[in-house]
Structures are given as C-alpha cells and as structure tokens.
C-alpha cells in the first residue's frame, strides 16, 4: 500500500474530518475517510506519531471485588452504553491528572491508587486516529452527578456476577466488554 495524501475535509469543535487516498498492491487508487483530534494533519506519519489525546479508568473497589462502569448516554448510537471512565486529556495537563480528574467528574470518586499503566492504543481504529491511556486502580468514595450538562451518566460498583448478566443484555464499548468478559470470567 502507498500513501499519497491526506486532505482535510471538514473541521468541528471536537474532531477534525480527513480522506487520505493510497494506492493499493493492484494498484488501485482508494480513498479512506476517518476523523482525528489533530486539526491539522499533514503527512503519514502524523497519523500515528502524536501523544494520547484520552484517557480510560479501569477501576477496582479496594476489595477488588467490584469493578467500576458508567452507563452513559451516548448520542452517536442513540442510546445507553456501558463503559469504563473517560475523557480528553486537557492541554498542559499530564495524563494521571486527567484521569483523577475525569473520573471525580464522572464519578464523584477519588483515584486512591494506581496499579497499572497499559500503553497507548487507539480507540477506534477503523475510523479514527485517537489515542489513550489505560490507567488502572483503585477509586473510593461516594458518587455524585457528573459535573458536566451534556453528559448523562449513572456510575455504579458491578460485581462478576452483576457484569456477566450485563454482557448478555446491555450495549458496551467494545474495549470495556472486552475487559468486562475477562475479568467476569476470573475466580
């Protein structure tokens, strides 16, 4: 495959719209649509190249016993899907301060403790070059409303049990059900 160029299409608040056109191995000239957070991409390499723009909070109870979902409301599917606390890293900001951050936003929890970091991926790859974070811990405290109007989210402790019932009947992230069916699955 050979990459020809990328142009911009449209520009939004939150996400920018691109066609990068290649030439296939028969080659054939292809267009490719897909979204980025980066305003202004030029080349290839920009593609991958650039920091996490999020990051995801797979959080735990101290017990570790319960493990931490939020049931969002989420416009682009027009309904509530399970996942894992998230949310843009702000500019000048490092990445666990946008996690303990998101996750008192989203949550009214505190992040007690981080065991694991997982590196960057990408969130939606047939679509999107957006990249996060994985921070994995400990959250405690009481919830509380999201702090955010446009959001509209229900945070809640799950057991195994509680997340394999979930699985069978309720929309997930795929990331978080990925997870979720791994972790519920443990003895």
């Known amino acids: 495959m050979e990459f020809n160029g990328i ?24 267009v490719y649509e897909m979204i980025s957070r980066n305003k202004n991409l030029t080349t290839r390499e920009e593609l991958a190249d650039h920091p996490a723009d999020s990051v995801v909070l797979i959080m735990h109870d101290e017990s570790g016993e319960k493990l931490l979902l939020n049931r969002e409301f989420r416009m682009a599917c027009g309904d509530f899907v399970y996942n894992f606390p998230a949310g843009l890293i702000d500019p000048g900001e490092e990445f666990l301060e946008s996690a303990a951050r998101e996750l008192r936003e989203e949550t009214g929890l505190t ?19 957006e990249k996060n974070v994985c921070v994995v811990g400990v959250a405690e405290g ?26 069978k009947e309720a929309y997930f992230a795929a990331r978080t059900q990925s997870y979720c069916y791994l972790w519920s699955r443990e003895s």
Do not use: C, M
């Not at 449209?10 to 000239?29: A, C, L, N, P, S």
């Not at 009481?142 to 699985?167: C, G, H, M, N």
């Open 7 to 30: 142009e911009k299409k449209q520009e939004g608040k939150f996400i920018t719209r691109y066609d990068i056109t290649y030439t296939t191995v028969d080659h054939k000239k292809k």
């Open 142 to 167: 009481e919830f509380a409303p999201s702090t955010s109007t446009v959001e509209e989210i229900e945070a809640k402790w799950y057991t195994k049990a509680e997340v394999r019932q979930l699985l």
């Open 111 to 129: 992040l007690v403790r981080v065991e694991d970091v997982l590196g960057e991926s990408f969130s939606a790859i047939g679509f999107s070059n």
